[in-house]
């Protein structure tokens, strides 16, 4: 008798099931793999921005109080972890801006060629002493590259005794904060948020100690 099947049904039947089997269960693992790598990229994007979402809130609640004397702070626009800035104390010893986290941070960046600087720092230094605590600290570091005793000088003669000499003497941190943004010019100075995200910058002087800046700054411990 003579076969009736079709040539290409016997073929299909013919083929070996075990590879396509194989190829299924490769191709279901991939795909698994993928999606949650997929899955996970999306999660960190997200825990990326989420610690700085409070200091959002915080910039949109105190913008109306950018008045006066800091009427130039510029609030954040948009989550900004701050980089953790390296540099050294008055004693040689290195430190980190992760070293304040917990406390709401004046960020300030000075150097004794720089006049509006120079003007500056006495404001500075009065905020410390009256708001300086366990959940507020104004840190103003010095980046004169050249001669390492003389923004120390330049404290002692101005009698500056509240804010530590905090130098870098590679400028790194100006070049850290130029490369995200923040130092457009001299003096700059950051709002930092306990969690070391940004509320709002300001490239130019300020006076710091004025009832202006101590209603903004009281205002965001305060939340």
């Known amino acids: 008798m003579t076969e009736t099947t079709p040539p290409s049904r016997r073929a299909q039947r013919g083929l070996p099931v075990g590879p396509l089997v194989a190829v299924a269960v490769v191709a279901a693992i991939t795909a698994t793999i993928l999606g949650a790598g997929h899955l996970r990229n999306a999660r960190s994007a997200a825990s990326a921005s ?8 915080l910039s949109r609640k105190l913008a109306h109080r950018a008045i006066g004397e800091v009427a130039a702070l510029t609030m954040a626009s948009k989550p900004r972890q701050m980089p953790d800035l390296a540099f050294m104390d008055g004693d040689g010893q290195p430190k980190k801006l992760s070293d304040w986290k917990g406390k709401t941070v004046l960020l300030n960046l000075w150097a004794t060629w720089c006049v509006p600087c120079r003007k500056e720092m006495p404001a500075l230094d009065k905020l410390e002493g009256k708001l300086g605590s366990d959940k507020f600290a104004v840190v103003a570091i010095n980046i004169d590259t050249r001669d390492a005793d003389k923004p120390k000088t330049f404290l002692k003669d101005a009698n500056l005794t509240r804010l530590g000499n905090f130098h870098d003497e590679k400028a ?4 850290n904060l130029k490369g995200i943004g923040l130092a457009l010019g001299m003096p700059t100075s950051v709002l930092i948020d306990s969690r070391g995200c940004e509320i709002g910058n300001m490239s130019g002087p300020a006076e710091w100690d004025s009832p202006d800046a101590i209603d ?7 939340q």
């Open 50 to 57: 989420v610690p700085c979402s409070p200091a959002m809130e």
């Open 172 to 175: 790194e941190v100006f070049q």
């Open 216 to 222: 903004l700054i009281q205002a965001s411990l305060a």
